[in-house]
């Protein structure tokens, strides 16, 4: 995610939704230890708390400082700082090493990563039966008199989204998963959810500026969240001091690492299709052996023949 100034990151922070326990209980029952996890992108830590019910301890990394300043603090939840300059074997080594993590979730943050250098990562810190999650929440729902103002909004950020921008919008339809399917969505296929959450008038106005492709525009010289769009979500809203229950919209894939064969697994693959060949082509061999009427008939051919010359 791109720097958010200190009061950006705070709205983020009161609008960005908690996200469900069960979700935490369903992946961590799939992995077979749980002594570590990695939050990638974790921004203020909301993901790393609920890691933490279900692993010994949890490493948490983001490249935005204003956000880990605000982070939750836990005693078994590791922050660190991971500038765009850090080399893979950094960070592999920052996480605990090759084969170390039983879990690695980005919530809301994978398509703002350089995907080959974290998937080349994450696959060299999995153990054997460790999996990767992530998910992404791209829409809102708030009330009938809301909604479509929201939609119109929405509408107007196309100019301004850039292709990372596209893989949250798509809900990663488009996003690439190179990763083995365990029954939790898959590449081009994700499962679909929703989060819960309470937001006020004010969090939510706040979660609009902070909102990447308004920010997008803005750097462009447009504002989009406006005065007048402002006004026209008070009125929308009601009481400003009314919190209203949500739901955001979220997609979740969750997969393992692609099995790795050895070179002798393929050797012995090699000659078993060989060794399946050969019996094949020795199996049409005996069905093309001739039977003694054919022999007789063939000797009689041959001795015409001669007698003819």
């Known amino acids: 995610m791109a720097a958010l100034s200190e009061k950006e990151a705070e709205a983020y922070l009161d609008a960005r939704p908690r996200y469900p326990i069960d979700w935490y209980t369903k992946i961590a ?5 749980h002594k570590l996890a990695w939050d990638v992108g974790t921004g203020n830590g909301q993901a790393a708390i609920g890691l933490v019910e279900h692993y010994e301890n949890v490493i948490a990394t983001d490249i935005n400082e204003a956000q880990l300043k605000r982070a939750i603090k836990h005693s078994r939840i590791s922050y660190h700082h991971t500038p765009k300059d850090m080399s893979e074997d950094e960070m592999v080594a920052l996480v605990g090493g090759e084969n170390s993590v039983d879990l690695i979730v980005a919530a809301q943050a994978v398509h703002f990563f350089d995907l080959t250098i974290f998937y080349n990562v994450a696959k060299r810190v999995l153990r054997k039966e460790g999996l990767i999650a992530v998910w992404v929440y791209n829409d809102i729902i708030i009330s009938p008199e809301i909604d479509p103002i929201m939609k119109r909004l929405v509408d107007s950020t196309l100019p301004f989204r850039t292709p990372i921008m596209n893989l949250a919008f798509d809900g990663y339809k488009t996003l690439p998963f190179p990763f083995e399917n365990v029954g939790m969505g898959s590449e ?14 004010k969090g939510f106005i706040g979660f609009l500026r902070s909102w990447q492709p308004a920010m997008k525009a803005k750097e462009q010289g447009v504002e989009l969240i406006n005065e007048d769009l402002i006004t026209k979500f008070e009125e929308a809203w009601g009481d400003e001091n009314q919190v209203k229950d949500v739901y955001y919209k979220a997609h979740m894939i969750v997969g393992k690492s692609p099995e ?17 060949l050969q019996t094949e082509v020795g199996k049409k061999q005996e069905r093309r052996q001739p039977s003694e009427e054919e022999n007789r008939q063939s000797k009689k051919q041959n001795t015409s023949e001669d007698e003819a010359c």
Do not use: F, M, Y
């Open 260 to 276: 790795i064969r050895s070179e002798s697994d393929q050797v012995s693959e090699d000659s078993n299709k060989g060794l399946l």
């Open 188 to 201: 081009g296929k994700p499962i679909t959810l929703d989060i819960p959450h309470k937001l006020s008038l």
């Open 29 to 33: 029952a799939r992995t077979q230890d």
